[in-house]
Antibody, heavy 116, light 108 residues
Framework: EVQLENSGGGLVQPGGSLRLSCAAS????????MTWVRQAPGKGLEWVAN????????YYVDSVKGRFTISRDNAKNSLYLQMNSLRAGDTAVYYC?????????WGQGTLVTVSS | EIVLTQSPATLPLSPGERATLSCGAS???????LAWYQQKPGLAPRLLIY???NRDTGIPDRFSGSGSGTDFTLTISRLEPEDFAVYYC?????????FGGGTKVEIK
């Protein structure tokens, strides 16, 4: 069974940093693109970033370019999102998902709150 | 960027009724790379339809997707109680990947 376990969320002050993790199991992690999607409270879904199987290609939504970094460790079956210079507008539940296109498998989400 | 506009924003219906949800794109979605998701409060989205008209594994056949180019539709033939939720369309034919704003199907 495919499982994605999100962790790392919390309360952070504006300008601060946070690193999210996604632990994958039940499939060959290194065979798949991986993606981060977020959802602000009461709002819709927004694609944030994705990364190729070997980490050689990474893509970001414009609003996080230069502040967020997606990475992966295929030996640890883990996906990461390093978030720097956080803003109030980054407050959201962050989900990891498997694949680069239509996402069948999702983590449970982790809440990031940016507030002073 | 392809902007997706979903209508209506809210759709009040009764169990057993037919639901028709629309998703309009600001420009043609390449290869009909469009998906539909269902989301219930506090849960991650659930993939229903991919490539505009293909049901994902395990999705009941009362859910169907159609359309191409800039106009797409999700139809729920007969609403079951568990179908009342928010539905999102998403295109993956062009970067950045984008979602529509959602349609809430609520009990009338």
């Amino acid at each position: 069974e495919v499982q994605l376990e999100n962790s790392g969320g919390g309360l952070v002050q504006p300008g601060g940093s946070l690193r999210l993790s996604c632990a994958a199991s039940g499939f060959t992690f290194s065979d798949y693109w991986m993606t981060w999607v977020r959802q602000a409270p009461g709002k819709g879904l927004e694609w944030v970033a994705n990364i190729k199987q070997d980490g050689s290609e990474k893509y970001y939504v414009d609003s996080v370019k230069g502040r967020f970094t997606i990475s992966r460790d295929n030996a640890k079956n883990s996906l990461y999102l390093q978030m720097n210079s956080l803003r109030a507008g980054d407050t959201a539940v962050y989900y990891c998902s498997r694949g680069a296109t239509a996402w069948k498998n999702w983590g449970q989400g982790t809440l990031v709150t940016v507030s002073s | 960027e392809i902007v997706l506009t979903q209508s209506p924003a809210t759709l009040p219906l009764s169990p057993g009724e037919r639901a028709t949800l629309s998703c309009g794109a600001s420009q043609s979605v390449p290869s009909s790379y469009l998906a539909w998701y269902q989301q219930k409060p506090g849960l991650a989205p659930r993939l229903l339809i991919y490539d505009a008209s293909n049901r994902d594994t395990g999705i009941p056949d009362r859910f169907s997707g159609s359309g191409s180019g800039t106009d797409f539709t999700l139809t729920i033939s007969r609403l079951e109680p568990e179908d009342f939720a928010v539905y999102y369309c998403q295109q993956y034919g062009s970067s950045p990947l984008t979602f529509g704003g959602g349609t809430k199907v609520e009990i009338k």
